[in-house]
Every structure is written in C-alpha cells, then in structure tokens.
C-alpha cells in the first residue's frame, strides 16, 4: 500500500542531508561546547556555524539567535520573559484568539499572575480583526504576540502592519512562526518584530530543538536559569547534534524556498481544487489567497474527522483533523470556533499540510481514494441523509 | 487514544446500512452532536440482521458496529442484557471523554427490542 504524508504541520521528515551532518556529533564530536579543550572547541565552532545559518534564513544577526528545546519554549521564553521583565511599566498584553496553545496556556498563566491579556479576534478568512487589535491598545500594553501562518489554516498574517503599530506605541513585539520558517520568505527586520520563535522538526529538522530571534536590544528575563549559555539568555548544555541539524534544515529551507513556492502550491491548490470539483458539500477554512503554500484545510459536510482520518489512514494517508482536540475533550478546534465556522463543518473538518518532500503522485493517490471514503462515510450518516 | 479494534470498525464499517420493515430506533447525543440508527430484524425469537448507520465520532461509529456484532444471533432476551462493560470489552475499551458511544449503542438496541418487532 502507498503511504501519503500529509501531515507536515505536525512534524516533518528529517531531510537526509540533516540527518547526514549530524551524526559524527553523538560518537566522535561530542564535546560540550562550554569546555576549552579540542573536543569543546570543535562543538563551539560548529553550534556557531549553525547559529549563522538560522539567522541566514530570518535575515538576522547570528548573536540575535538563541537556541532553546523548541517552539513551545521559545513561545514561552518570549512571552513570560518579557512580561515578566516589563512588569514595571504595565501588565497588558495582546494575543490573538487563533494562536498555538504555546502562546495561549502561557497567556493563561500570566494571567493569574496578575498580568491583563487581551484575545483579539479572528474574522471568518482567518485574518485577525486589526480595528480591534489597534482598539485594545493601551497605556499599559507591554507585550503583543501574533503568529505568523496558523498552523491549521495556514493563514499568513500582516505582521508588518502590526509591527508599526507595535513600534510607534513603543510594545514588544513577538510572533510565532513555527508554521512559516522554511515555508515563506521571513525577514526579521521588514516584519519589524521583536522576537520571533521557529521550531526544528517543523522544517525537516530533528525534533527537540528550536530556536528564539532576539532583536539586539530587547531584554528579556531567561525562562532557564543556570550556567552562562547562549549568552545568559538560556541555560544548559547545548544540544549540539540538533542544533547542527537545525542549523542544516535552515539551509536547506533557504536553498528550498522558491521551490516550495511554486512546487508546493502546485501541488496544494491541485488537491483543493480538484476536491472542490469532485467532492459535493465540501470548503474550505480560512482564506484561499493570504495563505502559507502547503496547507488546505477542508470540511466534508456529513462526515466526521477523527472517524474520515482514521479511514484514510487504513489506507496509507496520514493527515490531522480539528474535529477533537488534543488536550482529550470534546472541544473541536478553537481556530475553527474562532473564525465562526459552524459546528458540523469543525467536526467533518480535514487538515492537509504538505512539505517539499512531496509529490504529484502522492496528490493523486489522495485524489483516488479521498471521494470513494467520504462517499462511503456519507452512505452511513443519518444526518448527511436527511440535510 | 482508539484501540485496534475501534480503528479497524471504523476503517471497514461492518453491518454498516439499513434494513426495512423491522424493528429500529435512533439515539442522539445532544452535547456533541452524535447520531446512531440501528435496524434489527428477528426470526424465531433471535436476531437474525442487525445493521447501523451513525454520524459521529470514532466511538459512535465502532460502538454501533460493534452492537451489531454481538446482538446478531443472540436471543432477544441475551440482547437486551448486554452491558455497556461487555461493549467496551468488546471495543478493547473507549478514551474516558469517548464512553457515552458505548451508552448510545446499548441504549439503541434496548429502544429497537421494546418498540416490537
């Protein structure tokens, strides 16, 4: 049986060239990067290496980079770090009502710290509600944070805009953009912000590490404490072989990049066009045109999608639904709910997110066998009957 | 979070369909939104068919399949007392937030087996 990957938002493949530059540092380069004999050097020498490669592909200084364990520390870095460091000068801070649980947990914490959140949000395309954003503004806003591509509908969001808005009233400015690195073009300075978090495994890297982009000049208090590493902004012995590979992933996303452009969205718009055409009482969540290239997400009215991603999984295709949500309840996606879209759509809701490790076959695989299952779905469901 | 089994019903959907003319019932689960239809038919006192169609989650669907399965050949009295236990044994069990799919499944055979057949 053909086995299709399309949950790429999830986690990706490690690209074999990363896999490649990483081996010789778990049995013959081991060295800590701290120790100054050779083995130390060698690890130093080449974790810079990798820090000039992350900040190549963000367009930022390699000393603006540190590295942490992952998107979800980095998130929580940024956020606590910086709320907790401006505490004097106000306890507001901006979200969206889309973000990563990364973002919104953390926001949750501060919160019963005593620090003030607002959620701003979203419109049914996706796109958060800037009047709002801009109404919510305050004397007493220290800290906004918006991500830049959705992880479930991929929606890119005007970080530029919102940076100006940030800077002229004098707010840090952070964004998640785990789902963007390595997937569109991301220039730290023409976005404006201030801290940027990006995730490894997102991009063909190992899983486990990450990294946060600090405008020189922020401060920020460190979310690790102990030894002197990353230059005090994050302890712990650096975790060398990921590292390299996060430093390789980078380059390969960069040297990927108009690629997974026109490639990508090739292949993504093939399937959601096609699907569109073939598959009655189906659409699409988000916006079709301010969208990252890789990701459709879709509902199939009549189906469910835990139910629909199991089925296709017998058959060799991995995607990711928002109809239950992780955390083991009965709540559907929150990003969904956010953009108003009604119930039985979230609950028959499929996300596709593609990578350049994909192919034209592996579309028509889908193709081939997504309709007879949701047909087949669609026979047994009593509601899909009677609509 | 599903067992094979509750995969694998799910994925080949066995008895899956409707029967006319015999005994049926419907059961809804308001808080999310579950749909589960059984059809039984009984020949000699036992179940000869069962059949179920179901709008729903992995649980709703695997839970109606399974109701099938074990009802059919069962005398109407051995039917009415399965348990939701023997179900979820069945099922190899259910995540705790997914249990009420076993709840609707008894629920429906013991609504069909009363409206006459």
């Known amino acids: ?387 | 979070m599903y067992s094979p089994t509750v995969r694998r019903l799910v994925a080949e959907l066995p008895n899956s369909g409707r029967l006319s003319g015999v005994a049926s019932s419907r059961v809804e689960n308001p808080i999310c939104g579950d749909v589960l239809e059984l059809y039984v038919s009984v020949a000699d006192g036992c179940i000869a068919e069962a059949r179920f169609q179901a709008t729903g989650c992995p649980a709703a669907i695997a839970a109606g399949a399974a109701i099938t399965i074990l009802s059919e050949g069962k005398s109407v009295e051995a039917a009415r007392r399965i348990t939701v236990e023997q179900l979820l044994e069945f099922l190899e069990g259910l995540p705790v937030h997914k249990r009420h799919g076993a709840d609707m499944a008894v629920r429906a055979l013991r609504q069909a087996l009363e409206g006459g057949y």
């Open chain 1, 1 to 387: 049986m053909r086995r299709v990957y399309f949950d790429n938002n999830a986690t990706t493949a490690v690209d074999p060239q990363v896999f490649e530059a990483m081996k010789p540092f778990f049995l013959e380069d081991f060295g800590n990067a701290s120790s100054i004999h050779a083995f130390g050097q060698r690890a130093r020498a080449v974790l810079e290496e990798a820090r000039r490669q992350v900040a190549d592909l963000i367009g930022a200084q390699p000393q603006e980079i540190v590295f942490t364990s992952g998107g979800t520390e980095s998130d929580n870095t940024a956020l606590r770090g910086v709320a907790t460091h401006l505490r004097e000068r106000g306890n507001h801070i901006i979200t969206s009502a889309i973000e990563h649980p990364a973002i919104l947990r953390t926001c949750e914490q501060l919160e019963k710290e005593g620090f003030e959140v607002t959620y701003v949000p979203a419109a049914k395309n996706g796109l958060i509600k800037l009047d709002v954003l801009e109404s919510a503004v305050k004397d007493q806003t220290i800290l906004l944070s918006v991500m830049y591509v959705n992880n479930e509908t991929g929606t890119v969001q005007p970080l530029a805009r919102i940076a100006e808005l940030a800077r002229s009233r004098k707010i840090v400015f952070h964004t998640d953009a785990v789902q963007a690195v390595g997937k569109i073009p991301v220039d730290v300075k023409q976005l404006g912000v201030d801290l940027l978090s990006l995730s490894s495994h997102k991009l063909h890297g190992p899983k486990g590490i990450g990294a946060l982009y600090v405008r020189r000049g922020v401060r920020f208090n460190p979310l690790l404490l102990g030894g002197p590493h990353e230059r005090s902004r994050r302890a712990g012995t650096e975790n060398v072989p990921g590292i390299i590979g996060l430093g390789k992933a980078c380059e390969l996303a960069r040297q990927n990049l108009s690629d997974f452009d026109t490639r990508v969205r090739g292949l993504r718009d093939r399937l959601e066009n096609t699907v569109l055409e073939k598959i009655p009482d189906s659409s699409v969540n988000g916006s079709r045109t301010e969208r990252a290239p890789h990701v459709t997400n879709l509902s199939f009215r009549g189906t469910e999608g835990e139910a629909l991603l199991i089925s296709l999984d017998f058959q060799g295709i991995a995607v990711s639904t928002g109809s239950a949500c992780s955390s083991g309840s009965l709540e559907p996606s929150h990003v969904l709910r956010a953009l108003g879209i009604p119930s039985d759509l979230i609950h028959g809701s499929i996300r596709f997110s593609l990578s350049r490790m994909s192919t034209g076959e592996d579309v028509d695989y889908v193709l081939d066998v997504l309709p007879k299952t949701i047909a087949r779905m669609r026979e047994m469901s009593p509601l899909y009957r009677e609509r």
